[in-house]
Nanobody, 115 residues
Framework: QVQLVESGGGLVQAGGSLRLSCAAS????????MGWYRQAPGKQRELVAR???????NYADSVKGRFTISRDNAKKTIYLQMNSLKPEDSNVYYC?????????WGQGTQVTVSS
């Protein structure tokens, strides 16, 4: 059974930082795409940052230079370091894993940035 467990969300002032973590279990960690998406109420879920299956990284234009995705293969965990946070970054952030056959999501963690 695949589980993705996010942590690290919370309330922060604009300009501050947060680090999200996503611990994966029940899935082969290397060789699958994994990343972070976010979704605001009434809007589509959008990519924030991800590792492709080949290990390269993709970032949304809105977070380039501010957010960094990283991974610890030994811990089967990916991270999202978020710096210079803006109120518009306030969203529920979801961890995502994609194998060739399935897509998995975590339960989401709320990030709120106050102005």
């Amino acid at each position: 059974q695949v589980q993705l467990v996010e942590s690290g969300g919370g309330l922060v002032q604009a300009g501050g930082s947060l680090r999200l973590s996503c611990a994966a279990s029940g899935i082969i960690f290397s060789g699958n795409a994994m990343g972070w998406y976010r979704q605001a109420p009434g809007k589509q879920r959008e990519l924030v940052a991800r590792f492709t299956s080949s290990g390269t990284t993709n970032y949304a234009d809105s977070v380039k230079g501010r957010f960094t995705i990283s991974r610890d293969n030994a811990k089967k965990t990916i991270y999202l370091q978020m710096n210079s946070l803006k109120p518009e970054d306030s969203n529920v952030y979801y961890c995502n894993a994609e194998t060739r056959l399935q897509i998995f999501w975590g339960q989401g963690t709320q990030v709120t940035v106050s102005s």
